[in-house]
């Protein structure tokens, strides 16, 4: 493989604790290496460009069934986006619901490398893998559902711990998971009753355990399993005015916890799209942001991360495993609904949304996104998402990144909105001044979720050793003035190195890479009850076998990426 | 515009000559896109064919040359285009004249200007129609000033008038504007629409109105079966693109959601003349 030497760059490495300064980066054999170790590299001038890692997604929902049910459903949202097949390029479209290959070109463009799916029902995993498979050039893994799984509320319910944890094992090798998930906890599954759990106390209807049961026994097996990921979850009551009391109760369920795994991870629970769980009021009259309870609590606990779910004030298609809270949505704002029932394991509802700029609430929604992540004192456990596409598109990333470092960008944003003052009084934004830094927005992309996934030994800093995904932004830190120059140069990278192969160019997807698909195989001591169990659901409830549930890394994955785990003492 | 400035109009002619094998669409047949070209400039414009791009002047002859802006240009089309979709797609102002007949969509999503087709227009004309005029002597297809497949945002503005029959679905999830059809129209008119008018000349089917919240449809000649969901109200004297008569007046969709104004409620009218 080719031996790259990027020069001259301004280089961001909160890991390595490069702050700016010009250092070379050298590439070898897909691999980042000592520049020493070069003997004839192709010299890239990057100076007055930004160097950093490729960025790492830790929340998007980008494949699988419930996406596809949104690309279904909106075929306006493909209306004038598509673009011909060019180069090395597929044809590609859609806006908040994008093709497979879409994803993987502007993931790119961002220069992103790795990307998680957030929520794969174990029952359609094969086809979320089908999805990850065709997506080009990103790494990515998938998230299998834990929080309304009939085995795991079963075995919480009678208190067996080690079944949790053989069930888990078992779930992710089967599905060739990532991590565990949680949505709703008991919530998804109280849908089915026609009710939901809005507080993390109310219990489950027939499993009778309540949804704090579930994320905290969730969180000491994923523990117990050494897991590279925490439990990652979306609490109950999303969405609601007055939420935010519900995800300090969940954040106070993981006090004093300590994260048990080889892979440098330090939380035991992230959090996921906190702007959605940060609303204070009783109505949509007098919601207002709660980001500073919320980050005073995420300050000053440093077992948990979490990310952002900011809104980008777009037109887009929300979709989650919070099967109530669709229907919710769908009464609120009469547009389409869909809902989907998946068997013994979870749900799915999808509805499209308009974050207007007439909407007071949804300016409000934008502030506490932003306000989350400049009211941070540890950016290695604040990440950047839009909870793609709920909140809003990924590819709005660069935008985002534009209000977190411009305090002028974020006040001419809010001045565009119908209700600036009213949003202005409901929300702190205006009177933060903080401007997040590149060493910030660089942990808060690539560093620290690289570290939260477990993953710092292959991403998220550019330390000798790791794998080679560097994005070079045609940005200047020391020059650039105008805050649109950050969103032009973080959407459109001038270099982006993905395992040692060049893959954009100047904007331009020059290369489909060599994508991987990571899972976790965790071993657990033989339970032969565990295994009973699972031959006797699929006999019994199951509308599949259990032979057509696995995924077969043949014929599903591409480039399977095992990381082994032992639990088994 | 200053009254100083003139309108300078110029004509581009297009004259069909090899018909395609497959159907083109042809979206950059529009003022906008001829605007400040000369003929050869337009007959190097692309068009697709299946899954190959081409140039407008393998399949038109082009003469005459594009005004400074789309507003002074007018297109001038000899000839039966049955092959050529997409006509004056999103032009947002000037004039198209179709001498013939054509394919589908035409005057899609349009914002502005003028549509003239002498002849037939098939399915999805006017679809997302944001503004403008579209005329067609003939007969329309289906789908006519629809929504595009998926989206609940319609017809916005502007006014399609056919003088023959149309097909089925016309103004579907309309918003406004008003769609005149001289002749007879198939099922489903006004499917959920939130505003509008569409007047029917000649005689409808069935499922005129079906979902509609809000807006009013016209029907001078028969209504095969009236939606359950309509109430009769009351008869009234009234005025409809020229014609004075007696109308008896339905309210409805009652199955759907209906919004208020100054604390009455909504509803979507369906008036049939006596």
């Not at chain 2, 028969?222 to 693109?241: A, C, Q």
């Amino acid at each position: 493989m080719a031996e790259y030497l990027i020069k001259n760059g301004f280089v961001f490495d909160p890991i390595l604790g490069i702050n700016g300064d010009k250092t070379d980066v050298a590439i070898k054999d897909g691999k980042i290496v000592e520049s020493t170790a070069l003997s004839n590299p192709k010299v890239i001038d990057a100076a007055g460009k930004t160097v950093m890692a490729a960025g790492v997604d830790i929340h998007a929902h980008v494949a699988g069934p419930k996406v596809n049910v949104g690309r279904n459903f909106r075929p306006e949202d493909k209306l004038f986006t598509y673009e011909a097949g060019n180069g090395v390029k597929r044809m590609a479209g859609g806006f908040s619901v994008p093709t497979v290959f879409r994803t993987g070109y502007l993931y790119a463009k961002m220069g992103y490398g790795t990307v998680m799916e957030a929520a794969m029902p174990p029952l359609y995993a094969r086809h979320t893998h089908e999805e990850m498979r065709d997506t080009p050039i990103l790494d990515q893994g998938a998230y299998p559902v834990f929080g309304n799984n009939w085995f795991v509320l079963e075995y919480l319910k009678n208190h067996e711990l080690e079944n949790v944890e053989a069930y888990i094992s078992w779930l992710l090798r089967t599905t060739r998971g990532y991590a565990i998930k949680i949505v709703n906890p008991g919530g998804t599954e109280a849908w089915g009753w026609g009710l939901n759990c809005n507080s993390i106390h109310d219990p489950v209807p027939y499993f009778d355990i309540t949804p704090a049961q579930i994320m905290k026994g969730l969180m000491e097996a994923n523990e117990a399993l050494r897991l590279p990921h925490s439990v990652h979850i979306h609490t109950n009551n999303l969405g609601n005015p007055g939420n935010y009391e519900t995800t300090l109760e969940t954040f106070k369920l993981f006090e004093g916890a300590k994260a048990n795994n080889d892979f440098g991870r330090k939380q035991v629970m992230h959090h996921t799209h906190v702007q959605f769980h940060s609303y204070g009021g009783d109505s949509w009259g007098n919601v207002e942001s709660k980001a500073d309870a919320i980050m005073d609590y995420v300050n000053s606990h440093d077992n948990m991360t979490i990310d952002l779910g900011c809104v980008t004030l777009d037109e887009t298609t929300t979709m989650t495993a919070d099967g109530p809270f669709e229907h919710h949505l769908t009464e609120l704002n009469h547009l389409k609904w869909a809902n989907t029932d998946v068997e013994l394991e979870t749900a799915a509802g999808v509805v499209p949304y308009i974050y207007g700029k007439n909407i007071k609430v949804c300016g409000i929604q934008w502030a506490i996104g932003l306000e989350l992540a400049l009211m941070a004192k540890d950016p290695m456990r604040v990440f950047i998402t839009t909870d793609h596409p709920n909140a809003g598109p990924f590819f709005r990333y660069p935008r985002v990144m534009k209000w977190l470092m411009s305090k002028k960008a974020r006040e001419a944003e809010m001045d565009s909105l119908k209700w600036a003052e009213k949003v202005r009084d409901a929300t702190f934004l205006s009177g933060i001044d903080r401007e997040l830094t590149l060493y910030e927005i660089a942990a808060m992309s690539r560093a620290g979720t690289a570290q939260a996934l477990g993953l710092s030994s292959m991403y998220g800093s550019l330390k000798p050793g790791l794998q080679a995904d560097v994005a070079v932004y045609d940005y200047n830190p020391e020059t650039a003035e105008d805050p649109e120059l950050i969103e032009k140069a973080f959407g459109n990278a001038a270099y982006l190195f993905k395992g040692g192969e060049v893959v954009v160019k100047d904007g331009d997807v020059v290369s489909n890479g060599n994508k991987k698909t990571l899972w976790v195989d965790v071993k657990v001591n033989d339970n032969p009850q565990v295994r009973r169990d699972v031959t006797e659901k699929f006999l019994r409830y199951y509308t599949v076998t259990e032979a057509n549930y696995e995924v077969n890394e043949k014929v599903f994955m591409k480039n399977p990426y095992r990381i082994e785990v032992d639990a088994t003492q | 515009m200053r009254l100083s400035e003139v309108m300078m109009m110029e004509t581009v002619t297009l004259t069909p000559k090899a018909q395609p094998d497959l159907y083109i669409d042809a979206e950059n047949i529009t003022p906008d896109a001829f605007a400040g070209k000369t003929a050869e400039e337009i007959a190097a414009i692309h068009v697709h064919e299946g899954n190959q791009t081409g140039l407008l002047g393998t399949y038109f002859e082009v003469s005459g040359k594009g005004g400074a802006t789309a507003a002074e240009t007018k297109i001038v089309i000899k000839g039966d285009v049955l092959r050529v979709k997409y006509i004056g797609m999103r032009m947002t102002a000037g004039e198209i004249l179709i001498e013939g007949s054509a394919d589908m969509y035409v005057g899609a999503w349009m914002e502005g200007g003028r549509i003239h087709v002498t002849g037939n227009v098939d399915a999805f004309s006017g679809t997302g129609m944001k503004d403008g005029e579209l005329e067609i002597d003939g007969n329309a297809g289906n789908y006519l000033g629809a929504a595009y497949r998926g989206d609940w945002r319609g017809m916005q503005s502007g006014t399609i008038r056919v003088h023959g029959n149309a097909g089925s679905d016309i103004g579907t999830f309309m918003n406004g504007g008003t769609i005149v059809i001289d002749g007879d129209v198939d099922v489903h008119v006004g499917t959920h629409a939130e505003g509008g008018t569409i007047i029917v000349k000649g005689n409808g089917k069935s499922k005129i109105g079906g979902q509609m919240v809000k807006g009013d449809i016209y029907v001078f000649g028969t209504i095969d079966v009236m939606m359950p969901g309509y109430v009769y109200r009351e008869n009234v004297d009234l005025e409809v693109d020229g014609t004075k008569a007696t109308f008896a007046m339905y309210e409805g969709d009652m199955g759907e959601r209906h919004g208020k104004r100054k604390g009455q409620v909504i509803y979507g009218h369906i008036y049939q003349k006596y």
